[in-house]
């Protein structure tokens, strides 16, 4: 009687009903503290655009040289990691030159305190490698928006419940696209954004099969090309892949 019970609630299950799902409850009063409609905005944002360029370099001199690039090659939302010496100078940096045109992010945040400091340099979401649940539900209180790193269906449920709205796929999974396709319609209710194993070429097809949006990481930027200050290469890679993204048009928000 019991799994008949179970089975008849599940058919009526709505995606709808997953919201319920998340524990998080936003705190206006909390230092650091985003408005609603600033929150609303950074998810609209990844909505359109779709695409988010992941840079790390291992010396800070190429890193704006780097990052210039693929926003002169059409990428809007961009994230710096803070395994890149001097990242949050640059971020600050570029979040001078391009607020309200470029989305600016930080990621490898594995602290609270690495949080705070990105938000004070003038991060607008904050991604993480892993499912980190003090960062997600510290952000989710502030209504900042936050990506953590997962790997595994359970993983993006419970980052999910926690606070996150976005949900990045890291590292690549075996299947890529239909991984995405088979999680996303069992799990309607998550965003998912894959970063690793997304390249030039496949990028559209996450997309086309139930990715929110992807980031590009070494695909974009191609190690070679920066060792060799060859920064025309990398907005040339920008450029192609945020074609194959538009081809797909914008993600409807769940």
């Avoid at 299950?13 to 609303?40: G, H, I, M, W």
């Avoid at 936050?146 to 359970?154: A, E, F, K, M, R």
């Avoid at 070429?201 to 060792?227: H, R």
Wanted: hydrophobic share 45%.
């Amino acid at each position: 009687m019991a799994l008949r019970v179970a089975a008849r609630s599940a058919l009526k299950f709505k995606p709808s009903q997953a919201r319920t799902f998340s524990t998080a409850v936003a705190d206006s009063s909390l230092d650091r503290a985003k408005s609603a409609e600033n929150y609303e905005a950074v998810l609209n944002k990844f909505a359109e655009i779709r695409a988010c360029a992941v840079l790390r370099t291992p010396t800070s001199d190429a890193c704006p040289k780097a990052m210039q690039a693929a926003i002169d090659g059409g990428f809007k939302i961009v994230e710096f990691t803070l395994t890149t010496p001097d990242c949050l100078q640059h971020l600050s940096d570029f979040r001078a030159k391009y607020d309200g045109d470029v989305m600016v992010g930080c990621g490898t945040i594995l602290t609270t305190e690495d949080a705070e400091n990105a938000i004070d340099a003038g991060s607008e979401f904050i991604i993480t490698p892993v499912m980190l649940p003090d960062v997600i539900q510290w952000c989710a209180a502030r209504n900042i928006v936050c990506v953590p790193g997962c790997q595994t269906p359970t993983e993006l449920v419970n980052a999910y419940r926690h606070g996150a709205p976005l949900q990045k796929l890291f590292p690549g999974v075996a299947g890529g696209p239909n991984w995405v396709k088979a999680v996303s319609s069992a799990l309607p209710f998550l965003s998912i954004n894959p970063t690793s194993g997304v390249d030039l070429d496949n990028a559209g097809e996450y997309l086309k099969n139930g990715a929110a949006s992807v980031g590009l990481v070494a695909p974009l930027f191609d190690q070679e090309a920066i060792a060799q200050g060859d920064f025309d290469r990398i907005a040339k890679n920008a450029e192609k892949v945020m074609a194959n993204v538009r081809t797909v048009g914008p993600y409807v928000r769940k």
